[in-house]
């Protein structure tokens, strides 16, 4: 399973990175609108850090407009994953990406025939947001394992990138479920980390080694 880190701060992407753990970056017009920096900056940064695939998202809302924004965008880096809604007009700009080999994440997905249409138009991502879902009273898990078992059905390449990841236990429960991908913000992946018995494992030794002989 790959992890990406959910965020546009460049001190966690460091840190992450610097732990080994992180495998690309999604940022989405929020997490863009919070650093104060101007889209491509931020993303060209992060393009210096990471060495993976990093999701940038258009604004525009018609296929055109989406494709002019992508077409800049992907000249930043060729690591660059263009993010489109899942609209019709987005359809129109995947399917078109998609054929000229430019790597697509379709995001705010929140049901599988959703995930059905962007993987019909050659997605490289779909961006289930499980958090969300949760928030309204679904269960979001189910939605990944619905999204892995129609990919595997029909063979789709599509990733099935899994958003608004909230615990570890969404991470546990994702990979479980077969997503390919997990974004996380950096919180989280500290949380992973954790386990009360690893640290008393550890302060025992270390006590221990304290008394032996020197
Ligand atoms: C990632 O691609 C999404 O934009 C992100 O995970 C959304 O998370 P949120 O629901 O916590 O805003």
Redesign the pocket.
Known sequence: MQFFL?TGDLNEIKTAHSWGLIDGV???P??VAKTGKDQMTLIREICEIIDGPI?AEVIALDAEGMLKEAAELAKINKNVVI?LPMTKDGMIACKKLSKDGVKT?V?LIFSANQALLAAKNGATYV?P?I??LDDVGQTGMDLIAEIRTIFNNYGFETQI?A????HSEHVKMSALAGADVA?I?LKVLEGLFAHPLTKMGLDQFLADHAKSKK
């Open positions: 959910d999604t940022t989405n929020s997490i999701s993010k994440n995001t961006s947001f958090g969300r990138l958003a608004s990841v909230r974004t913000p």
